[in-house]
């Protein structure tokens, strides 16, 4: 294992992962305890017609700035039957819930996409602080959005909701650290002795395989 997934499992998958008794190849069928652990008990999704596949993550996590290209390319080729949501939370963090918050703000906006990889940028490579409202409404709005737009978003009662819905659904989820995936309220896709990002979505690949059986 390299330096860097020794730190990942130390630091963001703490709690996740169980000891790998089972090595699953690429392509077979997904093994508990190697693949993935099960929640119990499951929680319901988002639509009950779907796999639905979970990323917990923050903006503030390093590893989830590394992981959001590989996610969001991943995401792009997932078949109709799967549908993937992010969850941003604070993993208890209260330094964190500015940009949570700000992520419901920018989806009510339809501003996501416009946005994601210039707050992850900003705040990994530029080390741009946002613990605040006021540090991440100045730092949309030098990006073509309106300051006052994203404040009456950012304050909304809907917004206020989705982010306590969001931290209580890590609570129900039992995250302990970020970025982690689950599959169908059911399968906490396991971190724990990948070799690389794509790895843990080839896992993820499997568990889906596996909810679809």
């Not at 020794?6 to 008794?21: D, S």
Request: include cysteine.
């Amino acid at each position: 294992m390299t330096r860097f997934f020794i730190r990942l499992t130390v630091l963001c998958m703490f709690g996740l992962g169980l000891p790998v008794m089972a090595t699953a190849a690429a392509g077979s069928t997904a093994i508990e305890g190697a693949d993935y652990k099960l929640l119990t008990p499951a929680q319901p999704t988002v639509d009950p017609k779907k796999i639905v596949v979970t990323e917990f993550f923050s903006y503030q996590c390093s590893h989830c700035y590394v992981f959001y290209p590989v996610v969001k390319s991943w995401a792009a080729k997932l078949p109709k039957d799967v549908l993937f949501e992010r969850v941003p939370v604070s993993l208890g963090r209260t330094a964190w819930q500015p940009v949570a918050q700000a992520f419901y703000a920018l989806q009510v906006m339809g501003k996501v996409e416009q946005m994601d990889s210039l707050i992850f940028s900003a705040i990994h490579t530029q080390k741009t602080l946002m613990y605040d409202e006021e540090s991440v409404t100045k730092f949309v709005s030098q990006h073509g959005i309106s300051a006052a737009d994203f404040t009456a978003a950012y304050n909304s009662f809907g917004v206020k909701s989705s982010l306590l819905a969001a931290e209580q659904k890590m609570k129900s989820y039992k995250i302990q650290g970020t970025p982690t995936m689950v599959v169908n309220g059911k399968y906490i896709v396991n971190g724990e002795g990948t070799k690389g990002y794509e790895e843990l979505l080839q896992r993820t690949d499997r568990v889906i395989a596996l909810a679809r059986a």
